[in-house]
């Protein structure tokens, strides 16, 4: 009568396993299967619809999957909920580096560095590549048209620092 408990509520006598999205996403990020990982991170964001972790780790695969605008639109999203993320500025710095805003990208560099920590010794490497960036872009502001391009930047989509937050 296992058909009879379930229509009048009762359990199926299965084992009611919750199923981890985000644990499922970050193996699949792991392996690089972004866009797969995107599913299972929405799915999560389902779950948990203000985890700042979460969001950035969905801007990072939508920069991945080649949907830079929609990364963009994900780590502000971010910063309406944490505006003193330091991933969430650092990602959306080199999206809007790439995009051709340095005006803004230079805001959120400096943001990055003002709410990092110089402690930490995972976000050093990080504030180096920021510090180096902000100085590039301020440079070249004043020597051009505004318009900088990095193509040496190994981080450029923000992946660095999905685990800020």
Same mark, same amino acid.
């Given at each position: 009568?296992?058909?009879?408990?379930? *229509?009048?509520?009762?359990?199926? @006598? &299965?084992?009611?396993?919750?199923?981890?999205? *985000?644990?499922?996403?970050?193996?699949?990020?792991? !392996?690089? #299967?972004?866009?797969?990982?995107?599913?299972?991170?929405?799915?999560?964001? &389902?779950? !948990?619809?203000?985890?700042?972790?979460?969001?950035?780790?969905?801007?990072?695969?939508?920069?991945?999957? =080649?949907?830079?605008?929609? %990364?963009? !639109?994900?780590? &502000? !999203? +971010? *910063?309406?909920?944490?505006?003193?993320?330091? $991933? +969430?500025?650092? $990602?959306?710095?080199?999206?809007?580096?790439?995009? =051709?805003?340095?005006?803004?990208?230079?805001?959120?560099?400096?943001?990055? *560095?003002?709410?990092?920590?110089?402690?930490?010794?995972?976000? %050093? &490497?990080?504030?180096?590549?920021?510090?180096?960036?902000?100085? #590039?872009?301020?440079?070249?502001?004043?020597?051009?048209? =505004?318009?900088?391009?990095?193509?040496?930047?190994?981080?450029?989509? @923000?992946?660095?620092?999905?685990?800020?937050?």
């Amino acid at each position: 009568m296992t058909w009879w408990r379930r *229509l009048v509520g009762g359990s199926s @006598g &299965r084992d009611p396993r919750h199923t981890d999205f *985000l644990a499922e996403a970050l193996d699949l990020e792991s !392996r690089g #299967d972004y866009a797969n990982a995107l599913t299972s991170y929405r799915l999560a964001l &389902r779950e !948990r619809p203000d985890d700042l972790g979460v969001l950035q780790n969905i801007a990072i695969a939508f920069s991945k999957t =080649g949907q830079p605008e929609e %990364a963009i !639109r994900t780590y &502000r !999203r +971010a *910063l309406q909920l944490e505006p003193e993320s330091p $991933g +969430a500025h650092y $990602g959306l710095a080199f999206l809007l580096l790439k995009r =051709g805003d340095t005006h803004h990208a230079a805001m959120h560099l400096e943001s990055f *560095l003002q709410y990092s920590t110089e402690q930490d010794p995972t976000s %050093a &490497r990080f504030r180096a590549h920021a510090e180096r960036t902000l100085a #590039d872009v301020q440079g070249a502001v004043e020597h051009s048209d =505004g318009q900088y391009q990095d193509p040496s930047a190994p981080d450029s989509d @923000g992946s660095a620092h999905s685990d800020e937050g």
